[in-house]
């Protein structure tokens, strides 16, 4: 399988717990997003990565919240000192940027589903 | 502030009927419409797109109408089957696709 994995797919924690996300994206892409998605609403911009260089969080990134992308590879995403309100899908993409191969397609993983009891 | 808003909400359509979902944005520099189709467990993925430089594209049975000076836009599934049955989410980027702005979703049933 080629595409867009995100692991764990689902993580219950308590509240106050730190938990990470990991996501491999398909691995000619360049540019990686992590977006959140929470019961009956879309796809929430988070922060996304061209190579291993973070270029934009949203103001709705608290400090709790941090991503890496290391080696333009893989990418995770770490929660600090949960809250309830951080339950919700956090959903990992990847696209070509630059080129003639780049369509805008996001790519999306199946998601890695949080619940902060 | 939602950059994109989308209704409606829930709809349900007859098999072979056409199904219809709107969007409207305020954003005048976004350049890029794409329609994203959801089933549950899974993550999005591209149905259709356009560009505000021509007003309808059409792939298959689904087809983007865009309105440029009314800074709408809408999806039209015809001959609706119950595979389409899925939640579709609009969405709207600038032309360097750094960011995605998604609607709140529509949650289509289409019955047999």
């Known amino acids: 399988d080629t595409g867009v994995s995100q692991d764990p797919r689902h993580k219950i924690t308590k509240r106050g717990q730190n938990v990470t996300f990991r996501c491999d994206p398909i691995?000619?892409?360049?540019?990686l997003y992590w977006y959140r998605q929470t019961l009956g609403q879309g796809p929430e911009f988070l922060t996304y990565f061209q190579n291993e260089a973070q270029l934009e969080k949203s103001r709705l990134l608290s400090d709790r919240f941090s991503a890496e992308r290391p080696k333009g590879s893989f990418s995770t995403l770490e929660i600090q000192r949960t809250e309830q309100g951080d339950s919700a899908m956090y959903l990992c993409?990847?696209?070509?940027?630059?080129?003639?191969?780049?369509?805008?397609?996001?790519?999306f993983g199946e998601g890695s589903r949080l619940t902060v009891l | 502030q939602q950059q994109v808003k989308q209704s409606p909400q829930s709809l349900i359509v007859q098999k072979g009927g056409i199904s219809i979902i709107n969007c409207a944005y305020e954003?005048?520099?976004?350049?890029?419409f794409p329609w994203y189709q959801q089933f549950p467990g899974k993550g999005p993925a591209l149905l259709i797109a356009i560009r505000p430089d021509v007003s309808e594209k059409k792939e298959g049975r689904f087809t983007i109408s865009f309105n440029k000076s009314a800074k709408q836009f809408s999806l039209h599934i015809m001959d609706s089957q119950p595979g389409d049955s899925a939640t579709y989410f609009c969405a709207a980027s600038r032309y360097n696709f750094n960011k995605f702005y998604f609607g709140s979703g529509t949650k289509l049933n289409v019955k047999p």
């Open positions: 691995s000619e892409h360049n540019r």
């Open positions: 954003n005048t520099a976004f350049d890029y």
């Open positions: 993409a990847s696209s070509l940027w630059g080129g003639q191969g780049d369509t805008g397609e996001l790519f």
